[in-house]
């Protein structure tokens, strides 16, 4: 741990943390705003995709801005980080996550730690996150390869804030940010048990989403 730098694993807890308190803070607004359904969903993609927009393009200088273990494995086939810098960053996304979902629960007057008994199971929604998570990794990919990196946030927001809508599992894309929602039960949770599938859907997603963009782009 000591080569690795300190500012990009902070850079790195800190985002998630705030993409997390962002995920998990808006869906108990959304829940304490209205009754129905759609539009608690509507509010809860707009806000992700907003902060996670903020977040790329303020901490994407210092770190990268993976928030994501499966972009830190990306990054890592793709050459452009050290498998001893893929531990430490998938360590301060899991931890940021943690600490994230705390102040969100604790901002809204709940318990730091309540763990989910959402339901989010059935084979459906493990394809919807395979296919997810494939889909991110094509679209950071595609606006990074052919050289417009700067286009990665806004990119990556508008998947994101989409994929809330046009998934069954509305997208976590996310291991880190799966274990954080098993802590808060409400609107973003997510039982423990069904956590486990999610995160298998999105590593069998990464398994196929990795070698398919550098295929896809291996001519650039």
């Given amino acids: 741990m000591a080569q690795l730098d300190m500012r990009k694993l902070a850079a790195e807890f800190i985002g998630t943390a705030f993409l997390v308190t962002g995920v998990v803070g808006s869906g108990i607004m959304a829940e304490r705003l209205s009754t129905d359904v759609g539009l608690q969903l509507l509010e809860n993609a707009f806000a992700t995709a907003g902060i996670l927009l903020a977040l790329i393009l303020a901490l994407g200088p210092v770190s990268g801005a993976h928030f994501n273990p499966v972009v830190t494995i990306a990054e890592r ?15 301060a996304q ?3 996550g943690i600490a994230g979902v705390m102040a969100a629960n604790v901002m809204f007057d709940l318990e730091a730690i309540n763990i989910s008994d959402k339901d989010r199971s059935g084979f459906s929604l493990m394809f919807s996150e395979s296919l997810a998570t494939i889909g991110l990794l094509i679209v950071i990919y595609g606006v990074v390869t ?24 509305t997208s976590f894309a996310n291991p880190a940010v799966t274990i954080a929602r098993t802590m808060s039960d409400t609107f973003a949770g997510i039982d423990p048990a069904n ?8 590593i069998i997603g990464a398994s196929v989403g990795i070698p398919l963009f550098r295929w896809l782009f291996s001519d650039k």
């Fill in 77 to 91: 086939v793709r050459g452009t980080i050290t498998s001893a810098e893929v531990g430490g960053y998938i360590a």
């Fill in 94 to 96: 899991i931890l940021g």
């Fill in 146 to 169: 052919v050289g417009r990196p700067t286009l990665a946030a806004a990119t990556v927001a508008g998947y994101i804030g989409g994929a809330y809508w046009f998934t069954s599992s």
């Fill in 195 to 202: 956590a486990v599938g999610f995160i298998a859907a999105q």
